[in-house]
Nanobody, 124 residues
Framework: QVQVVESGGGLVQAGGSLRLSCTASGLSFSRFAMGWFRQAPGKEREFVAAINWSDGSTYYADSVKGRLTISRDNAKNTEYLQMNSLKPEDTAVYYC?????????????????WGQGTQVTVSA
């Protein structure tokens, strides 16, 4: 049984930092991409970043390049999203997800396994 669990959200002031964690189990990690998505109130879920578990290659949405960094720890089956220079428009529920696909494809529908989401709120 596949499980995906996020943690690390919270409230931060603009310009601050947060680190999200996502631990997954029940996957053949070498075949999967792990991604982060977010959904703000009244908006569609959008791609943030993804990483190919096999080789660590990463991909980002243009809106977060240079501020957010995705990484993984193979030994812990955990991926991270380090978020720096946060802006109020980064406020959303952030979801971790896994896809039997390549990370360069940002389509939400490719991701089969999802966590429950963690709230990130950035105050002005």
């Amino acid at each position: 049984q596949v499980q995906v669990v996020e943690s690390g959200g919270g409230l931060v002031q603009a310009g601050g930092s947060l680190r999200l964690s996502c631990t997954a189990s029940g996957l053949s990690f070498s075949r999967f991409a792990m991604g982060w998505f977010r959904q703000a109130p009244g908006k569609e879920r959008e791609f943030v970043a993804a990483i190919n578990w096999s080789d660590g290659s990463t991909y980002y949405a243009d809106s977060v390049k240079g501020r957010l960094t995705i990484s993984r720890d193979n030994a812990k089956n955990t991926e991270y999203l380090q978020m720096n220079s946060l802006k109020p428009e980064d406020t959303a529920v952030y979801y971790c997800a896994a896809a039997l696909a390549r990370a360069r494809d940002p389509r939400v529908q490719l991701y089969e396994y999802w966590g429950q989401g963690t709230q990130v709120t950035v105050s002005a």
